[in-house]
């Protein structure tokens, strides 16, 4: 076979290979089944009747013109609306619409109401409208409704659109497609960098590139998550929590171990890649808020602050720079309030006025503590920075309880309703006769009210 002959027999199974996508696209355009209930009246006049059954063949024709297999609803005792839950359960396998007529005034009112094939979300369409304009408006409120559905057909909410000043805004998909880039991208970089430091070489030409490449793949990953996914911008910095403060944890670490240089990238790595698993799957089980992301960054940095304070008290200097109580506790604090936050329901603005309650507890505690600082005892020093440490931490603690006490929501008991009568009664004897299936009459006594 020479190279033409190749060639030909490329561009044949090329073209077999397309071809057979598109029928197999057309085969299953044409397997999406639709169920279409008669049309449902809002009035009992015969020209209403006769408007009727022209929406039913209106319709019938334009399921058809779209693409879907009719499936008639056989039955039909009635031509009462079914419930929204019933159109919902029949939605399993294939698209339901329930249209319904009545008049408003002299017009006509047209309402049509379609389920996606396993959607839990009803689409709704009214319109009132002219007779002479039911052909055309019916037939274009039902290819929007599926339109529509079939962009949505993952979504389990619905959008909702806000009308402002004449204006159409519609929520974005994945709103913390920014942040959660960003962080990817310099996560990403990181890495490359990491990777590069931890062979020992220093050349340039190998970083850069290196950097440049996962910072890249870092961008592309996320672009493919939030396209995937719906990233919330409470869950694009949770993420950012999972992936930073155990970064610096394992940098930390390595330092006060004596880790050598280039090794020490690695374990900043490999905290990294344990805090974004740890997010994710914490993510997996429902969606972070802006305060959920928030309380995790909040307890990495209290968590670094306090262990750094807790390892200067325990050795009673403040000379040197406390690498091993900054690693344990930046660590731990976020992976112990990132657990929380997941167990709890705390604004965004709740929590910053927790970390200011912690904040302003901190250099409290530091200045009441303070003239322990002043006494000129060398042999008392360590205790007395000790005192001052220990100050410190205790003030972020108080402060910050202090803060999410005095920042609980109010609780108020419902108000009562005016006229409403009170639930103790006086109790009223009362003695009627009574007469049973039988004929026969008795007399029957008791007591009514309301304890």
């Known amino acids: 076979m020479n190279a033409d002959d190749r060639r030909r027999a490329r561009r044949s199974a090329f073209a077999t290979c397309i071809a057979c996508l598109v029928a197999f696209r057309a085969a299953t355009a044409r397997a999406e089944g639709a169920t279409l209930y008669p049309t449902a009246l809002g009035g009992a006049d015969a020209a209403l009747q006769e408007r009727a059954l022209e929406v039913d063949a209106i319709l019938r024709e334009a399921v058809q013109d779209l693409g879907l297999d009719l499936r008639l609803e056989a039955a039909r005792p009635s031509r009462a609306p079914r419930s929204e839950i019933d ?41 009132d409208l002219a007779s002479k304009e039911l052909e055309v408006r019916s037939v274009t409120m039902l290819r929007d409704l599926v339109q529509k559905g079939r962009g949505s057909e993952r979504e389990e909410e619905p959008r909702v659109a806000l009308e402002e000043h004449g204006t159409r805004l519609v929520p974005t998909r994945s709103d913390g497609r920014a942040v959660l880039a960003l962080n ?10 990491s ?13 850069y590139p290196l950097t440049a490449l996962g910072a890249g793949l870092g961008f592309g990953t996320s672009m493919i998550v939030a396209d995937e996914w719906e990233i919330g911008t409470g869950d694009a910095w949770y993420l950012s929590a999972g992936a930073w403060w155990p970064t610096f944890s394992g940098l930390l670490l390595s330092a006060s171990y004596d880790v050598e240089a280039g090794d020490r990238y690695i374990y900043g790595l490999v905290g990294a890649t344990s805090g974004v698993a740890a997010a994710t ?8 808020s802006e305060g959920d992301a928030l309380m995790a960054h909040s307890g990495g940095f209290f968590g670094l602050l306090l262990g750094g304070v807790t390892e200067l008290a325990v050795r009673g200097e403040t000379d040197s720079t406390p690498t091993l109580g900054m690693g344990y506790g930046s660590g731990a604090g976020v992976l112990l309030f990132g657990a929380l936050a997941t167990q709890t329901e705390l604004g965004a603005s709740r929590v910053l006025m927790v970390d200011l309650g912690a904040s302003l ?21 360590n205790v ?5 440490l220990g100050s410190i931490a205790a003030g972020t603690v108080a402060g910050a309880a202090l803060a999410f006490w005095l920042t609980e929501p109010a609780t108020t008991a419902a108000p009562k309703k005016p006229g409403a009568v009170p639930e103790r009664m006086a109790a009223v004897p ?14 029957v006594a008791g007591a009514a009210g309301r304890w």
């Open 281 to 288: 799957l914490a993510l997996s089980f429902e969606p972070a």
């Open 87 to 127: 159109l919902v359960e029949a939605a399993r396998a294939a698209w339901v619409v329930a249209p319904s007529l009545s008049r408003s005034g002299t017009r006509l009112r047209l309402r049509l109401v379609a389920v996606a094939p396993r959607s839990r979300v009803l689409l709704v369409r009214v319109q």
């Open 184 to 193: 990817a991208a310099a996560l990403g970089g990181y890495i490359g960098f």
């Open 384 to 388: 007395r920075d000790s005192i001052w």
């Open 430 to 443: 009362f003695v009627a006769p009574e007469v049973t299936p039988f004929g026969e009459t008795t007399i």
């Open 361 to 381: 507890g901190a250099l409290t505690g530091a200045a009441l503590a303070s003239p322990a600082l002043l006494v000129d005892d060398e042999g008392s020093r």
């Open 195 to 207: 990777l590069q430091r931890a062979t020992g070489s220093d050349d340039p030409r190998l970083l």
